[in-house]
Each structure stands twice: as C-alpha cells, then as structure tokens.
C-alpha cells in the first residue's frame, strides 16, 4: 500500500462532493485503510503521542475500544475514552494509522463556531496530523454528556417524533450561520483560524465530483453513457438554479448516530468531517 500516494489524494477535497463517497482511493485501498483502524493503534502508544501535544494537563489513561460504546457508533475514525490528569473526560478521535487527516483543524474551528452560536458541540484541546506510517492522526475533545440519539430511540421508540423534530431544528439553527466561500473548508487556512470555503461558488461546489460519480455510476451499469451526458447536461444548463451569494454552515451528516440528547433536545453535535459551506437544502 503507497501510503504517501493515498495521503496525497485523500486529503484533497478540491475534487468531492462528499468526501467519505468520493475520496480518490480505490475500494481495495478503503479496505485496507479501515479493516484494522482500531486494533493497530495501541492506548500505550496513543498516550505517549497525546501527552506530547497536552502539556498542562495529561492524559493518564484511555480505554481499550468497545465498538458496543456509543462513541464507537458509525464513525471513520477509532474514537477512544480517555482521562486528563484533571480527571475530565477526553475523547481521542484517531485516524488510521499512517494515514492522515486533513480536516480536523477545520473540524475544531466548526465545533467552536457552534458553541460561539449557542449550540452544543465540543472544545477541542489538541490537534496532531500524521507525520509516518508509523503515526496516526488525531484529535483530543471534550466528551459530551448526553445519549447517542440512535440508542436513545431504540431504548425510547415512542419519543421519536419529538426527538426527529428536535434534530430539525438544530439543524435549521446550524444553517442560519453565515460562512465564506462554498464547498469542504480549506483545512490549511482553519490551522491560522480562518474558515473559508475552497470554491467560490456554490455550482462549482456541487459539480466538484460529479464526473467521478456518473462514471462510476456508468462502470458499475446503473446508467449507460448516455444517461451520464444527459445528466450532465442538466446541471451545465442550469447553473441559474445553483446560485447563492452567500454560503450557510451545513452539517453534512447530521444523523442519529452523530447527535446526543438527553431526552428533551440535542445536546450534543458531533462528527464533523463532512462539514461545508452550502445552501441549506443540501
């Protein structure tokens, strides 16, 4: 595996849509990056690299991966418990190893954003990108009070309307935050604090990966060459219904399993990595 190929093609976001369906990697490639994601990362190794990024307080223990945990549900990353000398709670958030991350600067600046507009998400108190296949990237943040809200409504069938309803407006509440430019924020310039969309326009955003998917979605027979010209036609015809002077903040894959409630609200946004600059109907 040509670690040093993939880590140029996955953290390049110029070219996607949405980043999980549309990275640059082969399915073999997706394959062997996340079989082994959670067992390869040792907690001894772990605490030795997060310590070197938390000075004051450190890090005394993590605990072992629980895919049962409600930190473990539906994400890319290995997300691991762990506890500060302090005795707060910490989530370390760990990309493959080897493999780095390319967007967790912008993640943290997102989840700052919305706790400076009232709404619940996380601190973030360290950042480490991965500088050897040897290394892994991560994220150390706050851990959030609060039930997964896909556990919550398996324990609580009968409060699904309410809580759906509440996830609506959390949502409609994120995209009233206006932001610069359209697309995947540009990770390079969230590391000196600044947020900003790669593309300029909210068309060039929404056709980054279109030609990548109708090709797929040709390879695969689902369409017929065609279709795919067909299909793009309608989108080079109609840049009128793709236009907006200014983008809003969009989630990306606000889903059950990345929100937490306490039965009342949301109390918890996570998962950032899909995060961009768009309109709200996306």
């Known amino acids: 595996m040509n670690l040093k190929s993939i880590n140029k093609r996955i953290i390049n976001r110029k070219d996607v849509f949405y980043w ?68 707060k709670e910490v989530i370390v958030r760990c990309h493959p190893m080897g493999v780095k991350n390319g967007y967790f600067y912008v993640e943290s600046l997102v989840a700052q954003l919305l706790i400076d507009n009232n709404l619940p998400s996380y601190k973030t108190y360290a950042i480490h990108e991965c500088e050897n296949e040897h290394d892994c990237a991560f994220q150390v943040i706050e851990k959030l009070n609060g039930i997964n809200v896909e556990l919550f409504l398996k324990q609580n069938p009968k409060m699904e309307e309410k809580i ?70 309608i989108f080079s015809t109609n840049k009128v219904l793709l236009q907006r002077e200014k983008a809003v903040l969009v989630h990306n894959d606000f889903i059950d399993w990345n929100s937490l409630t306490d039965g009342k ?5 996570l998962d950032l990595d899909e995060c961009v600059a768009s309109d709200p109907i996306s």
């Open 20 to 87: 999980q369906s549309e990275r640059r990697i082969s399915e073999a490639e997706a394959g062997e990056i996340w079989k082994d994601r959670h067992s390869a990362i040792k907690n001894s190794k772990l605490i030795k690299i997060v310590n070197s990024c938390l000075k004051e307080d450190e890090c005394v223990s993590i605990d072992e991966f629980d895919n049962t945990k409600q930190e473990s549900l539906g994400g890319i990353n290995s997300n691991r418990v762990g506890r500060l000398k302090s005795g």
């Open 164 to 233: 759906v309803y509440e996830m609506g407006k959390t949502a409609a509440k994120i995209n009233q935050i206006e932001v610069e430019g359209f697309g995947p924020f540009n990770n390079d310039l969230a590391k000196r604090g600044k947020l900003k969309g790669i593309f300029n326009s909210l068309y060039k955003s929404v056709v980054a990966g279109l030609d990548y998917d109708l090709n797929l979605l040709v390879r695969y027979n689902i369409i017929t060459k065609q279709e795919a010209k067909s299909y793009k036609k």
């Open 265 to 269: 609200a949301i109390n918890g946004i």
